[in-house]
RNA sequence: GGCGAGGUAGCUCAGUCGGUCAGAGCGAUGGAUUCAUAACCCAUAGGUCGAGAGUUCAAGUCUCUCUCUCGCCA
């Protein structure tokens, strides 16, 4: 898609809903932090768009637990999916929704899926053979049986090998569609290595999917029961999947199931999304979802997170390093440095404090605040006039002028014919960004709008606008070429920051207010939604440009560099 | 065990159809500069492109063998 024209499809995008039991981690954060920056560039690009995370609770797990707290299910289910909300509201989400499994508006739906691919004769009964762990009350994969010898994998004592009725979708009957929707790219697997991963697993030939569990005695009351068999309940995973269609599946939202879908997640499920449920929604009748991402995980200081080490990094710790860097700068970390691809990242702390100082601070932070100096110091804080953006010979004017008072100053050019072009390189910018988020690729991004940065810093050192502020007396158009380089380098960062603020909305709007710009319906508000798309937003010299009044505060800096030796932050739990 | 991905500068990784492909960013070092947050800008990495063999006028880039790491297996 170029950039000439916005795409207007409505884009649907969804995290995985989280298992109640868990505490919120970097995980959980990390997929919603995607979801979220992907929704905000999507919003900011003018796309509709629909952003749906939330809680799976129907699993038997969530029902002994709450026992062992005293709790019934649903009041141990809240107290936890609180916790999730409350996680993602620090984390500034712009999640549209947010679901949970028990509400009335996903049960009812769920059922009407399951009943209807019943009456067609999709979803039938059938034995289940499977490993049984009775200590556990769970079937165990025959991989993980295999791996733990047949025993169970907690108290060591032998697996049974049981049978029982269930209810089977039949997957084997799609697996032609499939392969040939996965081939085409019609049905998009990321990454590309996943692709190649679910291509090969549906060479080894697809097997019946099992969407309902025997209640057993003693059971609490929990779960949607199978349509039409009470002695059975709907299987936890296939009611999960189900969230996605069910939030939408209605007059007001139809829509964004029409429109573009994509499902974000981690590796470990990817099977159930790229298969499973794309099968499932043909079977219904439904659209498949256009995109299936599947990203990596998060290691912590080189060593993978697990319960017997404990060094998850729970949402504690995010906020401490949100309290000494800001919110925007963990933020920063996690999608720039984080698993997008195949392969693993690691959160170490000198890795975030390298970043945070490389990209942040003495980039981004860097550049906004001596720029802003500079307006202040030379125009006390207003730019008298505007200016094309255009450095080059022979209509370089002012930057023959900087070349002279540079000159003039006894200091060298290394090369004295170079030319700058700002709506050129920023509208440059701008399309790649918009390019890369259709591929889900947000580092390129992002790095797009630091690209922008990094050209004005050149800029600046080339034409050294401070060294022409020294001569403004003795060269007759020395304030006219003044004026040109610093609106030039303010409106070209006025672009970058917009290109940035998907994953720094709060920070990119401390700047917007710094600057007086005017892109958000609210000022005051960084989630109150932009005025106009981006083509217009960062469109050089258009309605959202720096203005010849506009005040250009100086502001305090948005990211101070960090001492690279300082520990990292506490976060006041005893370990 | 089956299927698959990968081993390229200290770190994270790019390298399309084999021939400026030996690269980028970060870190480190040196220089220049002062508007700025000891920031910015410029220069510097001589790395047997995991090992060995083969094909070719020419191979990180194709073939084979070996080795190591990793992923998926409902």
């Known amino acids: 898609m170029g950039s000439d024209q916005a795409n207007q499809t409505p884009y649907y995008i969804t995290t995985p809903i989280y298992y109640v039991n868990d505490r919120p981690h970097i995980g959980h954060c990390y997929s919603t932090l995607i979801a979220d920056v992907a929704a905000r560039a999507q919003r900011l690009v003018g796309r509709d768009v629909f ?23 649903m009041e141990w289910a ?12 620090f984390m500034n989400f712009s999640n549209d929704d947010f679901v949970r499994t028990t509400e009335e508006r996903h049960k009812a739906k769920a059922v009407e899926y399951i009943t209807q691919l019943k009456d067609e004769g999709i979803v039938t009964l059938g034995d289940y053979e499977g490993w049984y762990d009775p200590s556990q009350e769970e079937y165990l994969t025959e991989m993980v049986a295999k791996e733990n010898d047949f025993k169970s994998p907690v108290t060591g004592k032998p697996l049974e090998k049981r049978v029982e009725q269930n209810w089977f979708f039949d997957l084997p ?27 090969g697993r549906l060479k080894q ?27 059975h ?35 470990d499920i990817l099977w159930f999304h790229a298969i499973v449920w794309p099968a499932m929604l043909h079977a219904l009748g439904k659209k498949p979802p256009e995109t299936v991402y599947a990203h990596a995980y998060w290691i912590a200081e080189g060593k993978k997170m697990s319960k017997s080490l404990g060094n998850f990094i729970e949402i504690d710790l995010l906020q401490a390093y949100a309290e000494k860097y800001s919110l925007d700068a963990m933020r920063w970390f996690l999608t720039t440095q984080g698993p997008l691809g195949a392969n693993d990242a690691d959160f170490a702390h ?23 100096n500079m307006i202040n110091k030379y125009f006390d804080g207003t730019i008298p006039a505007t200016c094309n953006g255009e450095f080059g010979f022979p209509n370089g004017s002012s930057l023959q002028t900087a070349l002279t008072a540079l000159d003039n100053a006894g200091k060298t050019v290394d090369d004295p014919s170079r030319t700058y072009h700002f709506p050129e390189f920023t509208q440059k910018a701008v399309s790649d960004a918009v390019d890369a988020l259709g591929k889900m690729d947000l580092e390129s991004m ?46 070209a960062l006025r672009i970058a920051s917009l290109l940035l603020s998907p994953a720094m909305p709060e920070k990119m709007a401390e700047l917007w207010g710094n600057w ?55 976060t006041g739990r005893n370990s």
């Open 205 to 231: 030939g697809l097997r019946a999917v099992p969407v309902s569990r025997k209640i057993k005695e003693g059971d609490a009351d929990w779960g949607i029961k199978m349509p039409g068999d009470d002695s």
């Open 51 to 73: 952003f749906l995370t939330g809680t799976d609770e129907h699993a038997e797990k969530v029902s002994k637990t709450a026992a062992e707290h005293d709790k019934t299910p």
């Open 173 to 199: 009957r799609y697996e032609p569609w499939l392969k040939e929707r996965i081939d085409s790219g019609e049905l998009r697997i990321l990454p590309e290595a996943r692709k190649n991963e679910v291509l």
């Open 350 to 372: 000198a890795r975030f404090v390298e970043v945070y100082n490389a990209d942040l601070a003495n980039s981004v932070g860097n550049s906004m605040s001596r720029v802003g």
């Open 516 to 570: 007086n710009c005017d892109h958000l319906n609210n000022p005051e508000d960084p989630n109150s939604g932009f005025k106009a798309p981006l083509s217009e937003l960062a469109a050089w010299g258009g309605g959202y440009s720096i203005k010849p009044d506009q005040e250009i505060l100086k502001g305090e800096a948005l990211f101070m560099r960090a001492d690279v030796k300082e520990q990292p932050p506490e």
């Open 78 to 89: 809240t107290i936890n999916a609180d916790r999730f909300k409350a996680a993602f509201e």
């Open 233 to 267: 309940r709907i299987y936890v995973w296939i009611e999960a999947l189900c969230n996605y269609l069910t939030t939408v599946d209605n007059a007001e939202r139809g829509q964004y199931w029409e429109g573009e879908v994509v499902h974000l997640m981690a590796k």
């Open 446 to 491: 992002l790095d797009s709008g630091r690209s922008i940065v990094r050209h004005v810093d050149d800029f600046i050192s080339y034409c050294a606008p401070f060294t022409l502020a020294k001569q403004l007396d003795t060269l007759g158009d020395g304030k006219h070429a003044l004026e040109s380089i610093l609106y030039s380098c303010c409106e």
